[in-house]
């Protein structure tokens, strides 16, 4: 698991590798709140977030927080708590991982190591079952 740092939305505190749940596997979701595949993957991730109840997820984006914000409240993000939401103001994932494109969803087991990634539009359970 690459040593992130992230702003939160909606309260801009800094959220961290080091802040995440010790023992949980991890998603990494990479997206721009106006790429119409990062919409519909998002709505997929909240209507089968019961496949995702064991897993913590970061959903990250380098784009202005207002952005996000709105984007954060549309899709209603608060009601999972199992969804931290933030900006990427270094765009550290994106160049770590080399996303040339939206969405990417990264997959780490319980104990931090990678599993698979993936580009684009994937079905949910397609991801959950990597878990």
Not at 4 to 23: A, G, Q
Not at 39 to 51: F, N, R, V
Request: charge should be positive.
């Amino acid at each position: 698991m690459p040593p992130f740092r992230i702003i939160t939305v909606p309260d801009s505190t800094v959220f961290t590798k080091d802040d995440l749940k010790k023992k949980k596997p991890t998603i990494i979701f990479i997206f721009s709140p106006d790429c119409e595949h990062c919409q519909h993957a998002t709505k997929e991730l909240t209507s089968h977030i019961g496949l995702f109840k064991k897993a913590q997820i970061v959903m990250s984006s380098p784009i202005e927080f207002s952005y996000l914000k709105k984007f954060y409240e549309e899709y209603k993000i608060a009601d999972h708590s199992n969804i931290t939401m933030g900006r990427d103001p270094t765009y550290y994932f994106g160049t770590f991982y080399h996303v040339r494109g939206f969405p990417r969803i990264f997959v780490y087991d319980k104990k931090g190591d990678f599993i698979k990634g993936f580009e684009g539009s994937v079905p949910m359970e397609t991801i959950a079952d990597v878990l």
